[in-house]
């Protein structure tokens, strides 16, 4: 596989929660549900993704093969506040994004840019109107670097 179009990105933690920002509300928060090659509980919609190694054999990553690549799960309750961890190699030639679809319609409402990192953790904190059911959260992956 040619570098330039591979994508590693490994998730430690992706934690959706409530006002209180403690619980999760994604199915498979970690990538450690595969079905076949598929996450169970995540949708690839556009390019294709691998199950890869991490760090630690116990915590198994996602390859991001092409650019772009996309993954949503819905969340599973209504929500307030969402607190967004990972844990990722992301080079500088390579865009990771955080979006978030509020009504699930196809349209993103929000999208948060994931900074470079060499296996350092990075978290977001996003607030978000009380009343929207049905948000999905999105990752995408962008550009010809390792992430």
Do not use: H
């Not at 590693?8 to 619980?23: G, I, M």
């Not at 990553?61 to 990722?88: H, K, N, Q």
């Not at 350092?120 to 992430?147: C, D, F, M, W, Y």
């Amino acid at each position: 596989m040619k570098r330039s179009l591979i994508v590693l990105f490994a998730l430690a933690a992706l934690v959706v929660t409530t006002s209180a920002c403690r619980e999760d509300y994604v199915a498979d928060a970690t990538f450690r549900n595969w079905c076949g090659d598929n996450l169970c509980s995540w949708k690839t919609e556009a390019g294709r993704i691998e199950k890869a190694p991490t760090w630690s054999d116990a915590d198994p990553g996602v390859r991001f093969v092409d650019s772009p690549t996309r993954i949503s799960t819905p969340l599973i309750a209504r929500l307030t506040c969402i607190e967004f961890t990972s844990m990722a190699s992301i080079e500088e030639d390579a865009s990771i994004s955080l979006s978030l679809d509020l009504n699930d319609d196809g349209v993103v409402d929000y999208s948060y840019p994931l900074s470079t990192a060499n296996w350092s953790a990075a978290k977001v904190q996003i607030l978000a109107p009380a009343s929207r059911v049905g948000t999905r959260i999105i990752l995408e992956k962008k550009g010809r670097g390792n992430a």
